[in-house]
């Protein structure tokens, strides 16, 4: 099971974030692109997380981890047909770079936004904490002091 922290102190501050990663993403184009179908990509890639951002309720997070994703996508893309003739939004590596730290900073932000019930904040605390799953038994066997190679696999011996 992922873990996302809910209602995260900081989720205010990652939302305001998000905000102005969305505005970076309609004014970078305008102003630094020559390429008008980079632009209305971009725009309308931003409108998601805006939209996220005013009128999210308890699923912005989705938003922004989506738009993150697909602007990651968009880069490597961009990087894939970068000196080809397909290279139809006229990206650069400069271009690709913002994209992956847009894209970096708004899954971040979908990270830190999810928001829930006091008890479903407890459920999931208590779910971290209290190391159920294979994962956590492993780590347990091999992080007690005890621990010797024949007791992790008997046919080390």
């Not at 501050?13 to 993403?25: D, E, N």
């Not at 006229?90 to 936004?113: D, E, K, N, W």
């Amino acid at each position: 099971m992922f873990h996302f922290p809910l209602n995260h102190p900081l989720s205010g501050f990652y939302r305001g974030v998000a905000a102005i990663v969305a505005v970076l993403m309609v004014a970078y184009p305008l102003v630094l692109s020559d390429n008008g179908t980079f632009t209305i990509v971009m725009i309308v890639a931003a409108v998601p997380v805006l939209l996220g951002v005013f009128f999210g309720r308890d699923r912005h997070h989705f938003l922004y981890e989506l738009a993150g994703g697909f602007l990651i996508l968009l880069g490597m893309a961009g990087l894939l047909v970068l000196h080809s003739p397909y290279n139809y939004l006229g990206q650069s590596v400069s271009s690709c770079i913002v994209l992956f730290l847009l894209g970096s900073v708004l899954l971040t932000a979908g990270m830190y936004t999810k928001i829930g019930t006091a008890e479903q904040a407890a459920a999931e605390e208590a779910y971290r904490t209290s190391g159920s799953g294979r994962v956590a038994e492993a780590a347990k066997v091999i992080s007690a002091p005890h621990t010797r190679a024949e007791e992790l696999d008997p046919g080390l011996t």
